[in-house]
């Protein structure tokens, strides 16, 4: 996956690829102490896990992992 989607509530993408797209973010925003959060929360994982960062939920924001180990089938 080199994609990195956003449908306005949730952030979707592999690690390395959600965390260059928050460096783009904090280039053209002003949200660096959320951003800051999310990196750090982030820092620990491998950057081919799947990530989904809720950031809709009114006082904070959620993350979902999906790792190596959780594949169920691999891709054609």
Do not use: F, H, P, R
Not at 47 to 66: E, F, H, K, P, R
């Amino acid at each position: 996956m080199n994609n990195v989607y956003d449908n306005g509530t949730i952030l979707l993408g592999t690690k390395k690829d959600i965390v260059q797209q928050i460096y783009n973010n904090m280039l053209e925003e002003e949200q660096d102490d959320l951003y800051m959060e999310i990196l750090e929360d982030l820092k620990d994982e491998e950057n081919d896990t799947i990530v989904a960062i809720n950031y809709d939920l009114g006082m904070g924001y959620s993350i979902d992992y999906w790792e190596k180990e959780d594949i169920v089938k691999v891709g054609d």
